[in-house]
């Protein structure tokens, strides 16, 4: 397990037999025109790649995705009867996967019945990484990577064709690539286009070949361009070869175009003749075509091509750069046809997952359209770069939820602006939401300057006793929407101000409303898109705020907490959240771009970093998050955003501040924080007590190790799952923790 903390932990006060939570992922009911969406903590889907697995081993076929966009893993097991779409999102199963980047397909390649992954290897630029499926002692899915003789391509796939000069499987980091049994032998092989773009290389698996046995990849090259086709370099249109043996010509430098720089490769029989055709999409292209072969099994030749697939139904239409998956999708034992973009930034993000059910056979499929938007449907899913912000917007004694987003991007580079309400119409103690609203403040209608990834926040900017909103935008500046309302009742917006206070702070700005120097007025915190953290003083009074727009100017600081770290490509994103947690602490919750959510404890200085791994909360790429209890149990919930368009809930172990900062009783309230709680192979333990040694006892009171305090303290894998008691010496007495141990 990844190591999840670096050097401290929260300073929160947990209470001795205390309903102290772990950073959960919560199932908080979404309703959507009556419905309610049976996935709705998935997170959205942008550039998904699908395959089949049986995470269960109940017989029915699961869906395993692989979003692109994040690299994000979803389960999704398949419930019901065969035929129905219906599934269950199943996030227990991630933690079985190795981390995986850029493309994932699962292939069983040596015949044992337990599925293989093949994905980018990322230390190998171009190269394809193998992990082993393999069951552990309890049963359960887990994954080794194979490893091969040749010392320079010892943890990537490799091909010789003399078998002495070798060279790596070359995928590019955009491509897709057929993995498949493309020669009908019996073991799996690949196609993938090379660099320029023009030929599609069949390296071909040996094992059975050379009587090497399943288990062995071993591979050569015999053909630079399967089926003797070419795309041009330059567009989307593919020129066949009438010599079987000899590579089409098909290059047109005349007429230069667009460069060619992508492809997507999916390789299967569509028409039950026994031979491997291929559909292929195009990075400039927003449909997908059918190269229908016409050689043999270990000869292919393309001679027919169908350029607007699937030709006898609806073909797919969608911008750009598509990408087919052959994969039994109903559990009826047919495989079906998902079609999605490849792409994780600019394609379209509304209706653009096609479902196409198999009403042919396994052998001779033949497909036919059921929706556009297969899967979102079920989800709460908001085309991109979800920015949640909590507020009770209709002042009911409710937290509602506001979502920003990165707006619907439509053909021809068009976008269409979006904000999202969604309603709390649950209870105090169990939250439940409605998405009421598509386009709240009717933000479809703002155009000009800025350019979507709306990040809204809620505070009393203005000192009114009313809640306004603030929302920064992709090109760094903010509006500021002023709530007319008198106290206590329902947000009445004015139009907006923009830019508001003249400020711009780089891209994809991202607000917090906060007292920072409590001196009565609200301040701004302006994350932006390189990390860096900007504090802007309320210079005017109550009633007028004011702002100076110069960033470096005093009472205004440039680098809040002294953080930034430049161009630290992970960890930026810049999306703050600032809490006040018990003992009146101030903590803040940073979103990053790959880091997943970072951990600083809020002082008058430097933010000193408590978490690079807040929780071992995954949920993709630039992750935004807001907290508030909205259950009223003492503890802040967190909603998570992410470029992937959706949302996701989860408990926190941060305490609401609702009492004095008093020092209690230590014979009674010991403030000891022992993380995460059921723990696996590794807890942290922080407390502000001297303490002498700390021990973990058996239930049989037999000692098992030594622990530290403010450190992460890993734990034996041999331990049996079960309850432990953690002893801790005092002056004033020893203090005893009950840990759950889960291996």
Known sequence: MKQIFKVFFLLIWLHSGSNAQNFDLLEIPIFNEGKKLDLSNVGGLKAPQFSNIDFNADG?????IFDRNGDKIIPLVKTGIPGQLTYRYAPEYIDQFPELRVFALLKDYNNDGILDIFTTAPLFPGGVAVWKGIKNANGANSYEKVTFNNSFYREILHFSNDGSNFANIYVSSIDLPAITDVDGDGDVDIISFEADGSFASFYRNLAIEDNLGIDILKFDRPTICWGSFSENQFNENITLSDNPFSCAQGLNPGNPGSRHSGSSLTVFDTNGDGLQD??????????????????????AWVRELEINFPADDIPVDLEYFLAAYFVDVDDDGKRDLIIAPNEINSAENSDHIWMYTNIGTDANPKFKLVQKNFLIDQMAYFYGGSHPAFADVDVDGLIDIVVGTSGIQKKKGEKENRIIFIKNIGSTSNPSFEIVDQDYLDFSEINGKTNGRFAPTFGDLDSDGATDLVIG????????????????KPCQFSSPGYPFADVFVGQNAKPMIIDLDNDGLQDLVL????????????????????FNNNLNAAPNTRSLGKFFQGSDIPTQN?????????????????GTNEANFRLYEVTADTFPLLMDFMGNIKEGSRVISTLADID??????????????GLAFYNTIFKVDTTSSTEEDMGEIAPITIFPNPAHNEIYIFTTLDLGEIILYNVQGQEIMSLQNNASNHLSLD??????????????GTFSRKLLIQN
Do not use: C, W
């Open 719 to 732: 331990l049996n799952s079960g309850l432990y008691i953690i002893k801790m010496k005092h002056a004033s």
């Open 574 to 590: 810049g999306a703050p959240v600032i809490i006040t947690t018990t003992n009146n602490k101030r903590l803040m919750v940073f």
């Open 527 to 546: 994350g932006e898109k390189n990390n860096r953290l900007n504090f802007l003083k309320n210079v005017g009074q109550q009633g007028n705020p004011i």
């Open 473 to 488: 935008d992709a090109v760094g500046q903010l509006f500021y929407f002023r709530n007319n309302a008198p106290k206590n």
């Open 278 to 299: 291929m559909i292929i999409g195009d990075l400039g292209s927003s449909k997908l075509k059918k190269l229908i072969n016409r050689g043999t099994k270990s000869n």
């Open 60 to 64: 029915k076929m699961d869906i395993f």
């Open 632 to 645: 009223n149990d003492g503890y802040y919930e967190m909603a998570v955003g992410n470029d992937r368009g």
